[in-house]
């Protein structure tokens, strides 16, 4: 297995006549847990929309495991391939109930795959690590802000993806909350496991991450510990506020 | 425009002036015609000519004066004696016109069998000008039509020029060149050719290519030249005029297309609501014009003519209003909802078309034809430059320039343009997004109304009509995208177009279909409409 | 409690399967005895059971995909002109009655597209085949470049209109204007008899009982919590690593086939059919059937089309000039007041709670 999960090789996405990412590279490896900071529309949804197969770039790719340029291919095989996404904004299916989440995120195809009982250690499991089983049967719709978030998670997470990409877990949480997320993501970090987390919450940030990328305006301005970034005096200026 | 049928016109008109005082020189001897007609067989034929030329050129009085003669003679209804002859028919003088019996033992002139002929065709020759009823001129011209060779030359044109009837007049000029293209001096017949040449016609095509088969046409080689040159002008020129005809009438159909979908277009791109009620707005577009038309026949006759006009002003603020109250009333709450907002505007229209149904009745109103969308210019080939169809694409050009003037220019179409491009960012701005809703829907239902407006001149006008235009408007909104003004002129020009194009060659069903699948083609290419900003999937 | 965690004790869909499957048997057993049912009535029912298969075939594709088509009368349509053919090849074979719109156009026999036509099975299946091949293409084209919501209903709307003037035209060699009509035999047997008339009733009540059950199976397995997932959420879905297009285009060929099968089982109980059935007001009407039962439910639509249909039958006779007022006041009324029609009747508790409840703003509803 190669080393670099995800190998982002100048990427530009453009809207008319603006550069929402301007030549991106970007590499993240396996066992890494990458924060990417940056203003509000430093692109930094974009790229995970490209990475996902949402977006198509005008130029560059994005190799998977060193070998796949996901570029090309469709949503549904990028997310067969191993890489899951949580969206922005909390993308739950408000009809079904928290169980049929988990199972669907388990078990890919419109016929199950899984035999029943493996597939009930599997929900018990994800429910147990994103602590909804007091809610399994309720529908996604009743859940609060927060439960949405962790059910959307243990959706994707189900399926025990080689590459997680969050998007704002923690937006609009409480700090118990946010709490919460930390120690989750944190217990999700395995070796042969990349996760992008893309994040406003720096002390959040700086409890999960083991490096940070900072975008500007579509463009690598800074990749490093948190500790580096917080003393990096470009960032500041474009970011931190001076 | 036909620059060569103008020049030929002035010229007649011209020595038509030029010819009239001398031809009132001669007066006619009255009294020595009608000895003429009572004399033998020389005599008549020398009266004969004397009516020719009355019929062709004389005093309207003189010609009115032979109108019974000939006709007389052919019945043996003219009674001849000593004094000069009476007209048995109605017992007056055939000289003075006055009422006389006839002397002593009278005799009724008799026509030799050549001067038969000749009389017939003199009578009605005359009765082709002078006869009062244009009933009696077209039956006359049947009797021409028969011997075309005897026919005098210029008798036809004359009549044409002076003839009222529209219908009549076509048809003695076909007459006229048939006259001209079988007379017997070769060289009157080339002349005729270049003449029809210069209007070219199908009538004129099927009259000179029928001409391939006569004797001259092998035998002289300049008629053979001259023939060929004629078809070859001919066929350019009616190719030009369908060409043209074609333009026309998919531009006039793209305009009531346009004025159907440019407030559809402008409701969906600001709410994503498809008003199913369009078509009626149409509809009743259409019945409020009607209705200021029987306003105007009680109130104010003399400005009846100007219905169209006025009606403006009604047309839209009466839908706008409807618009307006349909929106606060109903489409407010469906915000979000779009596919329910389409059963909901599909009630409205359903509740439309029934209520003007049981207040108006299904039958189609009879509108007025002012004289602003009647008739038209012919310019070339078979193309008629028709008033009515001017009227809406003038129109549409007006409707366009006016909207995008608001759209463009005003703090109000500003609104409109920023809730278009993002609502909650407008909102967040202090825009008022739930007036400009409510204007914006009144905007784009008074558009509906004055594409009523517009094309009540062309179709008819009745309670289902709207039916006939919203799915092809809809088609125009899907294919120009959400909420763009020129991507609604660009495929109501095309549609319009492509739906002309296609209707003469299979048929207007075809049409419909073929414009469908073109579209669902269309749409596997680019998803969003010709015009549409792209916006974020998730 | 099944495997993906629907409450499963008696649901109301149930009780109606029940209830329509007694309906059925008891008309038969009462057939031919002083009890029967009227002609009318009878046939009335038959009529009614068939417009609930068809409203079924749209909730499934508009209340659990988010889908509306405004064009689902096409396979209606379909369904219907290709059991016409049927009757009338097969009444010509046995009583030799030419149809009436051959001698209009002045033909002495079948055009050769009705060849086989006499065999219900050949018929079945070029209905199955052709509803299959135009759903199948039409909805990988629209499906494939993502059309959807108001743009997907607007042009299956210009289809079904575009079908209709095809249909009128005279020289397609399928009735034109006047339709096809003068059915005198079905299966061998003489058509407009009582029997006859309560066979196709019950019949009809019991492919509308299979119909329900089995589209109830299909909803309530993984594969119905997969078109849930797909109505609220479709990019979530895809990213999930499924192919959506697929499910897609499987639920929306089974919804045409179901609405092929109502039309095969209407047209010979009304004994005409004619190009009206392809009118843009009749695919809206559907619509406006399920959204009075309420979306997302099989009953819902069931007895949305019951309902309203019962409505406009009586009234097509006490009144006919003002069914589509009301129709226009129901449409109104259950769109602001109760979103999901009758089912929010039932939350009132005026009638038993049905099913899982589900949020009265926007199933599968997004903004274009
Ligand atoms: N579909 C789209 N059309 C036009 N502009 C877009 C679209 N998606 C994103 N953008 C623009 O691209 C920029 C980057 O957006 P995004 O990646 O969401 O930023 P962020 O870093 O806050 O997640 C923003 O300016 C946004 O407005
Ligand atoms: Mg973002």
């Known amino acids: 297995m190669s080393l670099t999960a995800l190998l982002v090789d100048g990427l530009t996405v453009r809207f008319g006549s603006f550069r929402a990412l301007d030549d991106l590279s970007l590499a993240i490896d396996y066992g890494e847990v990458r924060a990417i900071i940056g203003p509000n529309g430093a692109g930094k949804t974009t790229l995970l929309d490209v990475i996902s197969g949402i977006t198509r770039p005008k130029q560059g790719r994005v190799l998977f495991d060193g070998a796949i340029d996901l570029t090309g291919l469709s949503e549904a095989a990028i997310a067969r391939a191993g890489l899951r996404r949580k969206f922005q904004k909390p993308s739950v299916f408000e009809g079904l109930s928290v169980r049929q989440h988990i199972a669907i995120g388990a078990d890919v195809g419109f016929r199950a795959r899984l035999d029943a009982p493996a597939l009930e250690d599997r929900i018990g499991e994800v429910l147990e690590t994103v602590g909804l089983v007091d809610h399994s049967n309720r529908l996604a719709g009743e859940l609060s802000h927060g439960q949405k978030q962790w059910l959307e998670i243990g959706m994707v997470l189900a399926s025990d993806p080689k590459v997680l990409m969050l998007d704002e877990p923690v937006a609009g949480l409480t700090d118990e909350e946010t709490e919460r997320t930390a120690a989750l993501v944190r217990a999700l970090k395995r070796p042969d496991r990349a996760i992008v987390v893309v994040e406003h919450d720096m002390d959040f940030v700086e409890r999960i991450a083991d490096r940070v990328t900072v975008l500007h305006e579509g463009r690598t301005l800074f990749e490093g510990s948190m500790a580096h970034v917080r003393a990096d005096a470009a960032v500041v200026e474009v970011y931190l506020g001076r | ?538 | 409690m099944n495997r993906f965690g629907l409450i499963t004790h008696t649901a109301p869909i149930v009780h109606l399967i029940t209830l329509i499957v007694l309906a059925a048997l008891l008309m038969a057993g009462l057939a031919g005895t002083e009890f029967a049912l009227s002609r009318y009535l009878a046939n009335a029912i038959g009529q009614l059971a068939a417009f609930a298969v068809l409203a079924i075939s749209l909730d499934l594709i508009w209340g659990y995909l988010g889908i509306l088509s405004l064009g689902h009368g096409l396979f209606f349509a379909l369904g219907g002109y290709l059991m016409a053919m049927y009757l009338l090849k097969h009444s010509f074979e046995i009583t030799g009655t030419v149809p009436d719109f051959l001698q209009f156009m002045g033909w002495k026999e079948f055009p050769f597209y009705w060849d086989g036509f006499e065999f219900f099975p050949y018929a079945l299946a070029a209905a199955v085949v052709m509803t299959t091949l135009i759903s199948g293409l039409f909805g990988y084209v629209s499906f494939r470049s993502r059309v959807g919501g108001v743009y997907f209903a607007i042009i299956t709307q210009a289809l079904v209109y575009v079908a209709m003037l095809l249909m009128f035209r005279n020289d397609t060699g399928f009735g034109g204007n006047n339709g096809m009509t003068g059915f005198t035999v079905l299966f061998g047997w003489p058509m407009g008899t009582s029997g006859m008339i309560t066979a196709l009733a019950v019949a009809s009540l019991l492919v509308l009982a299979g119909v329900l059950a089995g589209c109830n199976g299909l909803v309530k397995s993984r594969f119905g919590a997969l078109m849930l997932a797909t109505r609220d959420d479709e990019t979530r879905l895809r990213t999930m690593g499924y192919e959506t297009l697929r499910l897609k285009l499987i639920v929306w060929c089974l919804s045409a086939l179901i609405a092929m099968l109502a039309g095969m089982l209407y047209v010979p109980q009304v004994g005409i059919i004619n190009p009206r059935v392809l009118s843009p007001e009749l695919s809206l009407e559907i619509a406006v059937w399920v959204a009075i039962g309420g979306r997302g439910h099989l009953v819902g639509a069931v007895i949305g089309a019951l309902l309203v249909n019962a409505v406009k039958f009586w009234l097509s006779f006490a009144a006919p000039e003002i069914w589509p007022f009301i129709l226009s006041g129901l449409i109104v009324l259950v769109v602001l007041v109760f979103p999901n029609g009758l089912m929010d009747l039932a939350k009132f508790k005026l009638v038993r709670p049905m099913g899982p409840k589900r949020l009265a703003s926007d199933m599968g509803e997004a903004r274009p």
Not at chain 2, 133 to 146: D, G
Request: net charge positive; aromatic share 6%; glycine share 8%.
């Open chain 2, 1 to 538: 425009m036909n620059l060569t049928r103008l020049t030929a016109v002035l010229a007649g008109l011209l020595a038509a002036l030029l010819l009239a005082p001398s031809a009132r020189a001669q007066a006619l001897d009255r009294a020595g015609l009608i000895a003429n007609l009572c004399g033998n067989a020389s005599a008549m034929g020398e009266a004969a000519s004397v009516l020719t030329g009355l019929a062709m050129s004389g005093d309207a009085a003189d010609r009115a004066f032979a109108v019974p003669l000939a006709r007389a003679v052919i019945d043996r209804k003219l009674a001849c004696d000593d004094a000069g002859a009476v007209l048995t028919e109605n017992g007056l003088d055939a000289v003075t016109r006055q009422p006389r019996a006839a002397a002593g033992e009278p005799l009724t002139p008799v026509l030799s069998l050549k001067n038969r002929a000749t009389y017939e065709q003199v009578d009605a020759a005359l009765a082709l000008r002078a006869a009062p009823e244009a009933s009696q001129r077209a039956a006359a011209l049947k009797t021409l039509e028969r011997r075309p060779a005897l026919i005098p030359e210029g008798l036809l044109e004359a009549a044409a020029a002076a003839e009222p009837d529209a219908g009549l007049k076509g048809e003695i000029e076909t007459l006229a060149q048939t006259a001209a293209l079988t007379a017997a001096d070769p060289a009157a017949r080339i002349r005729a050719l270049a003449r029809i040449a210069d209007n070219p016609s199908r009538r004129a095509l099927t009259q000179v290519s029928a001409l391939t088969a006569d004797p001259a046409y092998a035998a002289s080689p300049e008629f053979r030249a001259a023939v060929d040159d004629a078809t070859v002008r001919i066929g350019r020129g009616i190719a030009v005029g369908d060409v043209l005809a074609t333009a026309y009438n998919g531009l006039s159909f793209a305009s009531i297309l346009f004025m159907a979908a440019i407030g559809l277009a402008i409701i969906f791109g600001l709410m994503g609501v498809i008003n199913l009620a369009q078509g009626e707005l149409i509809m009743i577009g259409a019945y409020v014009t009607w209705l200021v038309q029987q306003g105007l026949r009680v109130v104010a006759p003399s400005l009846l003519d100007w219905y169209l006009v006025l009606a403006i002003p009604v047309a839209f603020f009466v839908t706008a209003a409807i618009g307006i109250a349909l929106e606060a009333s109903l489409l407010r709450h469906l915000y979000k909802r779009p596919l329910m907002s389409l059963l909901a505007t599909w009630a409205v229209s359903l509740f439309l078309m029934n209520l003007v149904r049981v207040v108006f009745g299904t039958q189609n109103l009879q509108f007025e034809t002012p004289f602003y969308v009647t008739g038209g210019v012919p310019v070339i080939g078979d193309f008629i430059f028709t008033w009515n169809r001017m009227f809406a694409i003038l129109f549409a050009v007006v409707t366009l320039a006016l909207t995008w003037g608001l759209v463009r220019r005003t703090p109000f179409g500003l609104n409109i343009r920023a809730v278009t491009q993002n609502r909650d960012m407008a909102a967040c701005i202090g825009i008022p997004t739930r007036r400009v809703d409510m204007m914006a829907f009144g905007l784009g239902s008074g558009l509906a109304g004055l594409a009523g407006l517009a094309l009540s001149p062309i179709y008819s006008v009745n309670p289902q009509m709207g039916q006939n235009f919203i799915i092809d408007a809809f088609m125009v909104v899907v294919l120009g995208g959400v909420g763009t003004i020129a991507g609604t002129v660009v495929a109501a020009l095309g549609i319009g177009q492509i739906n002309v194009l296609i209707e003469p060659l299979w048929g207007a069903v075809a049409a419909k279909v073929i414009v469908l699948l073109m579209i669902i083609a269309f749409l596997q290419w680019r998803p969003e409409g010709l015009f549409a900003v792209k916006g974020r999937r998730k």
